[in-house]
């Protein structure tokens, strides 16, 4: 397991750092190695239910205007596995999504962030570049830790960019028209480079080699809007409509007056402003699964007499790789318990399980079924079990 260097300070990135600047964290694990090989995320990009692209050719720069020219071809996966020895020996890289969901060991690289709340994180991507391997200039709407493995990259890091950017297409990829460098480091094993939302940044492989993209969730005021009144229009009492205020004849026939607006706009804000409503919607968004359609139910549903009997016989109780689990506590003492989208509430009594159940650090599920004295959750693991979320496993 992969552990942070004691000379980096969380406290001090996130006062000095955290979504306001760039920040080369140098040895950032300790001895760091390698996750996987090559050849094992090679042939994740083979597989037809794992998300991934494999970029070929190369991108320049004029020294003068700065204007970016790319010669790319973008494949997306699967990628044919006999395609992989024809490559040539440099100018290529391949990218693999959620490679936490299929390798154990990068699912726990993510607890090494738990100093961010670990629902921010959206998954870890993983990319095997030969040398000259890049996928071009560009920049993200969210905060991303690019950690390098073996080999080394050369990541240049240019200014903040916004929708006002210009960018070009090429070969489907959004790439910055022209790119002005303000750093450049050579990024080597167990270095890091964290990227605050909306920085230009370039890496090219010096060397090849992987490199870990540990990205976050930051929903867009627009996801945001959309997906809260979607959920207040699906709840909304269709007996409730616009109401006409005090009656007066108008001053023109097709006049819209002022005190009509403001009833319908008071209306409006009211359905919108329930802060209950929106906590509890947030908590269901935040933990959306990336894959939702990897989480599915068991062939047959468990009773509690079922999952007592697994476990009695050996068997562990673990959290499926693709869930996301969260809690909020609120004023009552009652306890929010979000999974993959969907929001459980409990009493105080089960405060403790919900931390334990919630924590990124919990491996297996099983203890916590067997201490748990309240039915209530008792039902909830065994709900959690018949949903997908939690998994019974034999090994």
Request: overall charge negative; some cysteine.
């Amino acid at each position: 397991m992969p552990t942070l260097s004691d000379s980096f300070d969380p406290e001090v990135f996130l006062r000095d750092y955290w979504q306001k600047k760039p920040l080369l964290i140098k040895g950032l694990f300790r001895q760091f190695e390698d996750l996987l090989s090559p050849e094992e995320l090679a042939g994740l990009a083979c597989e037809s239910i794992v998300e991934s692209r494999l970029i070929e050719g190369s991108v320049t720069q004029n020294p003068v205007d700065k204007r970016i020219a790319a010669d790319l071809k973008l494949t997306h996966g699967p990628i044919d596995e006999q395609h992989f020895p024809q490559l040539p020996e440099q100018d290529w890289t391949v990218l693999v999504q959620s490679v936490d969901q299929w390798a154990e060991e990068v699912n726990e690289l993510k607890n090494c962030f738990d100093f961010i709340p670990n629902w921010r994180i959206e998954d870890v991507m993983i990319s095997f570049a030969a040398p000259g391997g890049t996928v071009g200039p560009h920049f993200d709407y969210y905060d991303v830790f690019l950690l390098q493995g073996g080999g080394c990259r050369r990541w240049q890091v240019g200014e903040r960019c916004s929708s006002n950017t210009a960018t070009v297409d090429q070969a489907g990829l959004s790439l910055l028209a022209e790119f002005t460098t303000i750093d450049s480091y050579d990024l080597e094993p167990g270095d890091a480079l964290y990227l605050p939302p909306r920085f230009a940044h370039w890496g090219t492989a010096l060397e090849a080699g992987l490199c870990y993209s540990i990205g976050l969730r930051s929903p867009s005021l627009a996801e945001m809007l959309e997906g809260f009144s979607d959920a207040m229009i699906a709840r909304a009492d269709p007996e409730l409509r616009f109401e006409d205020p005090q009656p007066q004849i108008p001053a023109h026939p097709a006049s819209i007056d002022s005190s009509m607006l403001d009833t319908a706009h008071a209306q409006l804000l009211s359905a919108l402003a329930g802060r209950d409503d929106f906590d509890r919607w947030f908590g269901c968004q935040v933990t959306q699964p990336r894959y939702p359609e990897s989480i599915h139910a068991p062939d047959e549903e468990y009773s509690l007499e079922d999952l007592a009997g697994a476990l009695e016989a050996g068997e562990s109780l673990l959290r499926h790789p693709g869930s996301r689990f969260a809690q909020m506590s609120l004023s009552s003492g009652n306890v929010l318990c979000f999974v993959d989208g969907a929001c459980h509430e409990l009493g105080s009594e089960d405060a403790q399980l919900i931390a334990k159940l919630t924590h990124p650090d919990t491996r297996e599920y099983g203890k916590l079924f067997r201490q748990c004295s309240s039915t209530s959750g008792q039902q909830l693991l065994l709900q959690l079990l018949n949903q997908g979320s939690l998994v019974l496993d034999a090994e």
